[in-house]
């Protein structure tokens, strides 16, 4: 079997982007770009991957960490130049070499193949994967002769009219003989209008020293844009966007609107779910099945178990168990645990809080940096004061209990098993299990006062 290699072109600066974050690390649905590239590259199975790296190489490299060996290309000459870096690890190897653009995340893992297959098939020195958009400008085009044999690439800045009319791109991913492709690479001058070393130059060299060159051409042409500048990069993720919602929609979940239902790349989620419109899900997020997710919800790096449902809510680094109710208009902040059969109402902020199975927050409270037993009902409007201007401190509810409306529970405090806080009380005590503790002004009637007063 042939040994298969792959370099992945992750140098440029990324100028057009116009963006203090470098261009391979913009991400597509919350993923950077190169991670995409890299995903697919590894579905191939390449015993090795070779990262080109320059400008912000740390970050890159933070980026994709052990899943690339990395080559530095300390200025940035162009893409044969690029790939010329990997010399020293892949110069000796035999083998097929697959050289894919960091800025091309929508290329499938089944067209790599494809592309490869047919590189074997032809027994080629090289092929490139090209395509057909709507709109090649900006891409090089692929010169073929009378016989419909590719000849060279010619850049957009470097084409004549009549080349610019040609249709069919360079999509930047190519397979080469990987010992070929390291002699071509040395041959290759930058006489032209960029002044760069370009890598499609190779295709010309090493068709006129005899070698047989292909094309394999994919029908899917959005599967080819390269993202430059930020209008691709929309385009880009609205590609992925739509590919993400079809694969969960293929595996059983409905998704009311596909065109306004955003899921990051990593998200999981179980068959007969619902989502709704503006439904947005980030992160490496994991929800049930038969969940329901309300309008406009915005769900990044939680768990949620099966039969949940979230209506109009924002959960953010949480667990939420099952058959619970949250929202709408709920906003659980990082850290929180919420149990099975539980249930967060309307206008109820939760931070940094374990709520056990059944417990209720109805309506109107904020609970931070709290320990909420099983069972505990939580009254409309309650407050763990949790902040004296400095330090945060711990609220403990324990089973059973149950804690009337309006109430202020001064942290550090506790109320033990089965206690009942009268409600508007202001706890500043640990309440003793089975206790009741009313902490407010005994109220007073004055009788006919209103008269004596000659208010009315
Ligand atoms: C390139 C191709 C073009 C093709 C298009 C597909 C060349 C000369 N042109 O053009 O034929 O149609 O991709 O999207 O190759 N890079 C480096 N080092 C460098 C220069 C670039 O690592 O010195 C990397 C970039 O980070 C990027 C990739 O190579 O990931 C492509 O570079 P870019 O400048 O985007 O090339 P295009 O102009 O898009
Ligand atoms: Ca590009």
Known sequence: MTHTYAVVLAAGQGTRMKSKLYKVLHPVCGK??????????????????????????????????????????????????????????????????????????????????????????TNAKA???????????????IIRNDEGHVERIVEQKDASAEEQKVNE????TYCFDNQALFEALKLVNNDNSQGEYYLPDVIEILKNQGNIVSAYATDDFEETLGVNDRVALAQAE??????????HMRNGVTIINPENTYISAEA???????LQPGVMIEGATEIGEDCVIGPNSHISTSQIGNRTTVHSSVVKNSVI????????????????????????????????????????????SYIGDAEVGERVNIGCGTITVNYDGKNKFLTTIEDDSFVGC???????????????????????KNVPADALSIGRARQENKDGYVKKLNLK
């Open 32 to 121: 950077p770009m190169v991670e995409h590239v890299v995903d697919h590259i590894q579905e191939l199975g390449a015993e090795r991957i070779v990262t080109i790296v320059g400008h912000g190489a740390e970050k890159v490299q933070d980026q994709l960490g052990i899943r690339s060996e990395y080559a530095l290309q300390e200025e940035q000459l162009g893409t044969a130049h690029a790939v010329l870096q990997a010399a020293t690890v892949l110069g000796n190897l035999s083998g097929t070499t697959l050289v894919v653009c960091g800025d091309t995340p929508l290329i499938r893992p089944e067209t790599m193949k494809a592309l490869l297959h047919h590189h074997n098939e």
């Open 127 to 141: 092929t490139i994967l090209t395509g057909l958009p709507k709109d090649p400008t900006g891409y090089g085009r």
């Open 169 to 172: 791109i360079n999509s930047g």
């Open 238 to 247: 609205t590609q992925m966007r739509a590919r993400i919602v079809e694969k």
């Open 268 to 274: 999981v989620i179980g068959s007969d779910t619902i």
């Open 321 to 364: 168990g099952t058959d619970t109710s949250v929202g709408p208009f709920a906003h659980i902040r990082p850290d929180s645990e919420i149990g099975n059969d539980a249930k967060i109402g309307n206008f109820v902020e939760i931070k940094k809080t374990k709520l056990g199975n059944q417990s209720k927050v109805s309506h109107l």
């Open 406 to 428: 309006n109430s202020n529970l001064v942290a550090p405090v506790t109320i033990g098993q089965r206690a009942y806080v009268a409600a508007g009380s202001t706890i500043t």
